[in-house]
């Protein structure tokens, strides 16, 4: 590819420049004016739907503000940065087109591949914020609101249902369902293989966690064990034992992941994995998309550029009605690989760079014929 190998050349032979720092700071400020004019409204429709919950619970102007909402905005301005970084240069880039600067500056002799570079340094620094906030900020913020819904707003959580876990290379735990509030699951069973079938068989009404002794209580238990052929059936009201799982290993909220750091997510990933819980590609999908939002910044620079670019009659509208297509076809693609990779059909760990992938290929074709 000529123009690849055009642009590392120039990226080589690269001094900074003041029409450099003019763009920059026309990307960057049109980024910040968009993403928090998009937070200012989606505060205000939260709020609206919200208000009742806090005069419900009597909750202080001041906690609402730093305690919810504080916590409450990194969340979404992580979610829309490719978008926002796209709509901003759209913006901005068309208005210099349409005044016609990007004619000026391309006749002062400019090359295209050259003007493209503080775009392309924009991007790399709205890159950096959003793996920083996605893999540190973001999940703090995350765990700290949740906490301020449980305890404060007084939501109540759905206990979860149906949930399997591996507790050692031949036993198995089930639980009907786990109320990790009260620490109980209900409906439980345990199950220890042989080579051609069940060694034995533990089943009780209620398990219950013990927090200071480290250990779980059985409720109504009825255990049965096979050896040499002769089944043996005992009952009880209450059994101590242990097993080797947590109560977070029977959560199983694929939720959980968004109040995760980068590394302790890669290390839940690895025990969800020996588990066979069967989660692991929910938190899989949740790492990769992490990164894959990263190099979403690049594209969407890039796309938007060659959009908006070429100066049309019809003003800067034409640019962002078919910008803001192009966006909402990538948002779509995100959607339809994730449900594909939590189906099976594609890895997990492939579905949320398949719109990049795709992307990055219309981008270099939109690069190739944008110079002409």
């Not at 200012?40 to 102007?61: C, G, K, Q, T, W």
């Not at 910044?297 to 908006?308: D, E, K, S």
């Not at 690989?337 to 219309?362: E, K, T």
């Amino acid at each position: 590819m000529k123009w690849l190998k055009h642009i590392f050349s120039l990226i080589k032979n690269f001094r900074w420049k003041l029409i450099d720092t003019y763009v920059l700071k026309k990307f960057l400020s049109s980024f910040v004016f968009a993403i928090s004019l998009l937070m200012a409204i989606i505060v205000i429709f939260d709020f609206s739907e919200n208000v009742h919950r806090f005069l419900d619970n009597n909750i202080p102007m001041k906690d609402i503000l730093l305690k919810y909402y504080l916590n409450f905005i990194p969340y979404f301005i992580n979610l829309f940065i490719p978008l926002f970084v796209f709509i901003s240069v759209i913006w901005f880039t068309s208005k210099m087109s349409n005044q016609n600067e990007i004619i000026a500056i391309l006749g002062g002799g400019v090359n295209y591949y050259r003007f493209l570079i503080p775009f392309l340094v924009g991007a790399l620094i709205i890159s950096i914020l959003a793996v920083f906030m996605s893999n540190e900020l973001v999940p703090i913020t995350n765990e700290k609101m949740n906490r301020f819904k449980e305890n404060t707003m007084k939501r109540q959580v759905i206990p979860k249902t149906t949930i399997h876990v591996r507790n050692s290379a031949n036993s198995y735990i089930f639980v009907e369902r786990w109320d990790h509030q009260q620490m109980e699951g209900y409906h439980f069973t345990y199950e220890v293989l042989g080579s051609q079938f069940i060694k034995m068989k533990l089943k009780a009404n209620t398990i219950r966690y013990n927090e200071d002794q480290k250990n779980w209580t059985l409720y109504n238990y009825t255990r049965r064990t096979i050896h040499a052929g002769v089944e043996t059936v005992s009952t009880g009201r209450t059994l101590d034992t242990t097993f080797n799982i947590v109560p977070t290993d029977l959560e199983q909220n694929a939720k959980v992941a968004g109040t995760m750091s980068y590394r302790e997510l890669t290390r839940f990933i690895r025990g969800e994995k020996i588990k066979g819980t069967g989660m692991a590609k929910h938190y899989i999908i949740e790492k990769q998309t992490r990164l894959a939002n990263s190099l979403g910044t690049f594209i969407m620079t890039i796309l938007a550029f060659c959009v908006a670019s070429q100066k049309t009659r019809r003003g800067v509208g034409v640019h962002l009605f078919l910008g803001i297509g192009l966006a909402f076809i990538f948002v779509f693609l995100q959607q339809v690989s994730n449900v594909f990779s939590l189906s099976g059909v594609i890895p997990p760990g492939l579905g949320p760079w398949i719109p990049n992938l795709i992307y990055l290929v219309v981008c270099a074709i939109l690069l190739k014929y944008s110079t002409k």
